[in-house]
C-alpha cells in the first residue's frame, strides 16, 4: 500500500466537499504541499474566495506545507489589504484619480511579505489568518481566531487576537520531531509508520526505515 492517490481532487468516495486542496487551486501565488485538504460546509471552490485582498501586482504568496487540515471558512488576509497606518490618514486616495493619483508617489502601502503555513498544521473553523503571518510545523489554530502574529511550532493558539494556549509537546518532544520532519518522507515510508504517526511512540519514527 502506498496510501491515497497525491494528485486526485477527491479523495473520498462520493464525498465532494473535502478536496486534496492543491488540485483544485488556480493561482500561482498559491502554492500548497501533498494530501493538504480543505473541507467546506458548501463548495470547495470557496477556497480561493476566502483568500482576500490577493492581487497580483502586489506579488505576494500564499504557502502551505503538506498534510496540513483546513477547516471551512477559514480566511486569509492578504497585504493587497493594507493601507497606510503611519499617516495622518489610512484612506486609499490614489486608488481613485481625478487628481488624487499621485498621493503614494515615493511611498509604499505596508507590505509584510508571503503567509507561509508549515506542515501538518490543523486551522479550525472560520479562523482568519492576517498578512505576512508564519505558522509553524505542527501547530494547531482554534476556531474563530485571529491570527495576527506568527506561531511557533507544536502550539496551540486561540481567540482574538489569537494568543498561545499551549505546547503540544514538551520542548524535548518538539525538538525532536522537528528534527524527524516525517512530513517529507516518501509515502511508502509515511505508510509504514502512519500507527506511529498516530501516537507517541518517538523512537518507532526514530528508528524507522
Not at 480561493?48 to 496540513?68: A, Q, R, S
Not at 492578504?78 to 484612506?91: C, D, Q, V
Not at 472560520?126 to 498578512?131: G, T
Amino acid at each position: 500500500m502506498q496510501g491515497p492517490d497525491k494528485d486526485i481532487k477527491f479523495p473520498l468516495e462520493n464525498i465532494d466537499r473535502l478536496c486534496f486542496l492543491k488540485n483544485i487551486i488556480k493561482n500561482p501565488n498559491i502554492i500548497v504541499g501533498d494530501y493538504t485538504y480543505y473541507d467546506d460546509f458548501e463548495n470547495v471552490e470557496n477556497f480561493e474566495k476566502n483568500v482576500k485582498y490577493h492581487f497580483d501586482f502586489v506579488g505576494d504568496k500564499l504557502i502551505i506545507g503538506k498534510f496540513c487540515a483546513i477547516a471551512s471558512d477559514v480566511k486569509f488576509i492578504m497585504n493587497g489589504g493594507n493601507h497606510l497606518t503611519k499617516a495622518i490618514s489610512t484612506y486609499p486616495f490614489s486608488i481613485f484619480g481625478h487628481g488624487w493619483e499621485h498621493a503614494m508617489d515615493g511611498k509604499e502601502h505596508p507590505y509584510k511579505g508571503d503567509t507561509k503555513i508549515g506542515n501538518d498544521v490543523w486551522i479550525g473553523y472560520n479562523a482568519i489568518i492576517m498578512p505576512g503571518i508564519t505558522i509553524g510545523d505542527g501547530a494547531i489554530i482554534a476556531s474563530n481566531s485571529t491570527v495576527v502574529k506568527d506561531v511557533e511550532p507544536y502550539t496551540i493558539v486561540g481567540g482574538n487576537p489569537a494568543k498561545e494556549i499551549k505546547k503540544r509537546f514538551s520542548k524535548n518532544v518538539i525538538e525532536r520531531l522537528l528534527k524527524i520532519k516525517w512530513w517529507d518522507w516518501n509515502i511508502e515510508k509515511i505508510t509504514r509508520n502512519v500507527q506511529h504517526l498516530t501516537d507517541m511512540n518517538l523512537e518507532k519514527l526514530e528508528q524507522s526505515e
